[in-house]
């Protein structure tokens, strides 16, 4: 899928366009010649590990960091050079702070009062996004007078309130315990739903990537990985590093033995296993799948790829229970099963096969000197 293809309906144009947009410190290259296009009213997340790029990114579209090359436009018009506050985005970082000695009201109407709106609109306005995030009660209290999730919630209600139809989100949930950051992460998807606002959100938090995103934009060393939806990422990983970065896998190596029309056969763990891609035969790859596809059978599925091995552990994590099995030819494999569902026992020391459909594996390029 190319970027143009994702272009909206004729005479919409995309929110923001990035092409080329690099920048260097000293020796190191934060971001790589980046070319990006979020559509209109599209919730997109940059995710990656530490240092892969993705503040640099999105800072340089808010237009708080200058690039070193390359371009920007917004709703269609070049943006590359204009300061922050004429690219009409809204922002939320982790440690947005509200002004400690405003109350929320104030705190909310702060970018109203800089608009010079009439009074009477400003109390309207504060109210209507006060209820958007369920704290209309709040509004004469300090900061201080707030938990850490209501914080944040009126961080959002300030970014809310002057209507932008593009926010910027740097790990606006990073601060807040598990069950507050689990519920937030479905208002904000909510939320920008109902309000059809694009949002680029950056996140080093997988799970909260899948959860929240209709495309996610995987960083990996100042560069695009791969960009996909949720479940394109998730079940066609593109890379090692994509497979082994979102989501638990199960990687085995392996060497292509021939490649025809009816698929791939790679020798693995000393057998033969099924898959499909663009490789050709004595290519080095790994095979991929993902535990939920790996079943721990007594005998081999028909038609289905199939390693022997031995249980070596069997893990009840409440819902799904986790067998460790390890391979004969060396190498571990995990299979998950949901434990309601768990038809054959497989205790411990039981000689097992490793099994899960073909349509389940995911062939890679081996990527030299890396394994998960
Ligand atoms: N002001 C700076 N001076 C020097 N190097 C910088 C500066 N800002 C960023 N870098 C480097 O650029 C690279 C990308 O940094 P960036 O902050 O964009 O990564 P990130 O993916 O947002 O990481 P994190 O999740 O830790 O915030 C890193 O190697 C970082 O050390």
Redesign the pocket.
């Known amino acids: 899928m190319t970027d143009l293809t994702l272009q909206q309906n004729a005479g919409t144009p995309p929110k923001l366009v990035v092409s080329g947009l690099h ?1 260097t ?2 020796a ?4 790589h010649p980046t070319d990006l296009t979020l559509r209109s009213g599209e919730f997109m997340t ?1 995710l ?12 340089m579209v808010a237009g708080l ?1 200058q690039a070193d090359g390359g371009e920007l436009s917004i709703d269609g018009h070049k943006a590359t050079y204009a300061p922050p506050w004429e690219r009409g985005i809204g922002m939320v970082f982790q440690n947005y702070a509200l002004f400690p000695h405003l109350t929320v009201f104030e705190n909310i109407a702060f970018p109203l009062r800089m608009r010079r709106m009439p009074e009477a609109e400003i109390r309207r306005e504060v109210a209507r996004v006060l209820e958007i995030v369920q704290l209309p009660h709040t509004a004469q209290r300090q900061p201080r007078a707030l938990s850490g999730g209501q914080q944040q919630r009126i961080a959002l209600a300030r970014c809310f309130v002057f209507k932008p139809s593009f926010i910027l989100m ?2 606006p949930l990073g601060a807040l315990d598990k069950k507050l950051r689990d519920q937030l992460q479905l208002e904000i998807k909510h939320l920008h739903k109902s309000l059809g606002i694009t949002i680029l959100y ?1 996140t ?1 938090d997988q799970e909260e990537a899948l959860t929240m995103s209709d495309r996610i934009c995987l ?1 990996n060393g ?1 560069r695009i990985e791969q960009l996909g939806t949720p479940a394109e990422l998730y079940f066609e990983p593109a890379t090692v590093f994509a497979a082994d970065f979102l989501g638990e896998s199960n990687f085995l190596e392996g060497k292509v033995r021939s490649n025809s029309p009816d698929g791939l056969v790679i020798d693995a763990v000393g057998g033969a296993i099924s898959g499909a891609g663009n490789f050709a035969a004595g290519s080095a790859v790994k095979v991929m799948v993902r535990p939920e596809s790996v079943r721990a059978a007594l005998k081999p599925v028909e038609g289905w790829n199939a390693v022997p091995g031995t249980v070596r552990e069997t893990i009840f994590v409440g819902g799904v229970t986790r067998h460790y099995i390890e391979l004969a030819e060396g190498g571990t494999v995990v299979a998950l099963e949901l434990t309601d569902r768990r038809t054959q026992p497989a205790d411990p020391g039981r000689e097992v096969f490793a099994t899960w459909p073909v349509s389940a594996t995911v062939v890679l390029a081996a990527e030299k000197g890396k394994m998960p």
């Open positions: 920048k410190y000293g190191t290259v934060a971001l940059l990656g590990p530490s240092g892969s790029g993705k503040t640099t990114l999105l800072m960091l740097d790990e950056v080093h960083m100042g």
